[in-house]
């Protein structure tokens, strides 16, 4: 976890819009979404499954699955571009070097048919060409050796499905560090782990994000999670924000009642993690069904009438803000 103030922004996210062409119409997944990446920092993106994290990742990658996948307003401002509106070819730079991501599913992202040391050799040919043979073997195992995994030589002749879940999303870190990247955004990378490899996945994360002074995005539906490594929250319900904070804030006083019902449902050793929100009964909305006012309002405790029109993002004060009018219409603050 980095301590230091709120400073410099390196990746601002605005009015973020990404929609859905089906046979239903254009479906909305993500619904002007704006927050900021703080330089050094690390952000939590939370939310259930199913609230537009990783649609919000992927329009920020512009991964978005084509030509179903649409980003249909805002901007993405990284280094004075707009990566929304960034060329093809200059975007692919951009997701090459400055900006990696890593998934949760490891084997998605790796080739089964190769082994991991040809594939981290293409990473490094890509991006740090001009390596003699012996070097760029080197620079592989240093990689391997840095992300604990080891025998890190013998592993370069390893096919991705001869070693464990574990080890594969160490490999997939890997890669993504190979390319120095002053970004990473991490979508759910221990999900599919068990709980001890998923701490030391989550330890390692959060070492080599303090070596390296990357800025990070770690996307998570475990508010627990949270609370270890990240510095800032955004929480995300039906593909809006609907409330950040700095984790201190937020997990001292939560005031969304999505964020409430999160808190009290984190896993803990006397109730064990369930699946789904037992504190919060309901699901997440499909994207053809949101509520037209606040899409929170089936499962809210506290709703009321205003809430069939659509809440504004309320500014609590110190970068703390919610979209929900137990906190005032809003208005008063301009937001
Ligand atoms: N290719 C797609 N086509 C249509 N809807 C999609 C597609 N991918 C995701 N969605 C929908 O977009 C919404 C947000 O999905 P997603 O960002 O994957 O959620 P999260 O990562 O928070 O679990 C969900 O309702 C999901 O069903
Ligand atoms: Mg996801």
Not at 20 to 40: H, I, W, Y
């Amino acid at each position: 976890m980095n301590t230091t103030a709120a400073g410099e922004i390196i990746l601002d996210i605005r009015h973020l819009s990404t929609v859905f062409k089906t046979d239903e119409g254009r479906l909305p997944a993500v619904t002007d979404v704006s927050f900021s990446l703080g330089k050094g920092r690390t952000l939590g993106l939370v939310g259930e499954s199913g609230c537009g994290k990783t649609v919000t990742a992927l329009s920020i990658m512009r991964l978005l699955p084509q030509p179903a996948g649409q980003i249909v307003a805002g901007r993405i401002l990284f280094d004075q571009m707009d990566l929304v509106r960034l060329p093809a070819d200059r975007m692919r730079r951009v997701r090459g070097g400055r900006i990696a991501m890593i998934f949760q599913e490891p084997m998605t992202a790796l080739n089964p048919v190769q082994p991991i040391g040809r594939q981290l050799r293409e990473m490094f040919l890509l991006h740090a060409g001009g390596l003699s043979p012996a070097a760029m073997r080197r620079r592989c195992i240093d990689l391997l050796q840095r992300v604990g995994i080891p025998e890190a030589q013998r592993r370069l002749e390893d096919y991705p499905h001869q070693i464990s879940g574990g080890m594969r999303q160490r490999v997939m870190i890997a890669m993504a560090l190979s390319v120095a990247p002053e970004i990473l955004i991490a979508d759910e990378p221990t999900t599919a782990l068990d709980v001890t490899v998923q701490a030391q996945i989550l330890a390692l994360i959060d070492d080599l994000q303090q070596a390296e002074g990357m800025s990070m995005i770690f996307i998570t539906h475990d508010l627990g999670v949270i609370a270890e490594i990240c510095d800032d929250v955004v929480v995300m319900y039906a593909g809006q924000v609907v409330e950040m904070a700095s984790v201190t804030r937020l997990f001292r006083t939560p005031r969304h009642p999505y964020t409430q019902g999160l808190l009290a449902s984190i896993p803990r050793l006397e109730h064990p993690a369930k699946s789904r929100l037992e504190t919060i009964p309901g699901m997440v909305p499909g994207l053809a069904e949101m509520p037209a006012g606040c899409r929170f309002i089936n499962r809210c405790p506290h709703a009321f009438l205003d809430c069939k029109t659509p809440p504004p993002l309320v500014d609590l004060g110190d970068g703390h803000s919610a979209r929900c009018f137990l906190y005032g219409s809003g208005r008063e603050s301009g937001a």
